[in-house]
């Protein structure tokens, strides 16, 4: 078969699952992700949290390679309110998660992602448009355990910082070179009216009933930002 072809099948394989996932599903798998991974004894650390202004969660990203690799994956980003990102976790804005590789090896696999995003810059750039991490954002894979005092200057310093759960493993992950998009049909969808990414997340909107449990767990296990530009 032709390159063309392959894309093509590629294409199929990664929209097909979607189509029957819906925007409540989707939101319930990435409260259930965030869940699960900040149960984990070995799992994001507490005051990298406390510190990112806003959370990116992708759960069950698909990732294939059949001649031409790539992955593909739909989740929400929420970020704490108020102009400097001082107030409680506010409603989420739909994202989605793309990326392309070269492959030989025929298979799948599905992969959790969780993203912090560590400051108002790296927020900015994917409330406006499309961003490739590592370029428009810079990004480091995320330390883990209890606490970061063992995390490196590049993972300090960075924009966006990238975790991954695959097979119950848990990891923190580079991301460069994939790309983050705000997914404006299932924004509209949730919210009954064509709202930008950046509109929902720094605006007046109010938490829909499906969301809640996302906003709900981050208020519970954040309720303050602690980093030193917050303050």
């Not at 070995?42 to 005051?47: A, G, L």
């Not at 810079?138 to 924009?159: C, H, L, N, Q, W």
């Not at 009933?209 to 906003?215: C, D, K, T």
Request: aromatic share 4%; hydrophobic share 40%.
């Amino acid at each position: 078969m032709t390159r063309k072809t392959w894309t093509l099948i590629l294409v199929v394989f990664l929209a097909v699952p979607l189509l029957a996932e819906t925007e409540a599903d989707r939101l319930r798998n990435c409260a259930t992700v965030l869940k699960e991974i900040l149960g984990m004894p070995d799992s994001i650390p507490r005051d990298l949290l406390d510190r990112a202004e806003c959370v990116i969660v992708f759960p069950s990203v698909k990732k294939v390679a059949i001649g031409v690799g790539g992955s593909y994956g739909r989740g929400a980003m929420t970020c704490r309110g108020g102009d400097t990102f001082d107030g409680p976790w506010g409603p989420p804005g739909m994202m989605a998660l793309e990326g392309g590789s070269i492959g030989f090896q025929l298979g799948g696999q599905a992969t959790d992602f969780v993203l912090l995003v560590m400051n108002d810059r790296g927020a900015d750039s994917i409330l406006g448009s499309k961003v490739k991490i590592g370029a428009d954002a810079s990004a480091a894979a995320g330390p883990k355990g209890r606490t970061a005092g063992a995390a490196t200057d590049v993972a300090m310093r960075a924009e966006i910082l990238t975790y991954s759960r695959s097979r119950g493993l848990f990891a923190g992950v580079s991301l460069e070179g994939s790309t983050l998009r705000p997914d404006g049909d299932a924004n509209e969808a949730v919210y009954g009216k064509a709202a930008t990414a950046r509109g929902i997340v720094r605006g007046t909107l109010p938490v829909p009933a499906g969301a809640r449990p996302i906003v709900d767990l981050l208020n519970q296990q954040s309720p303050k930002n602690l980093s030193e530009r917050s303050k």
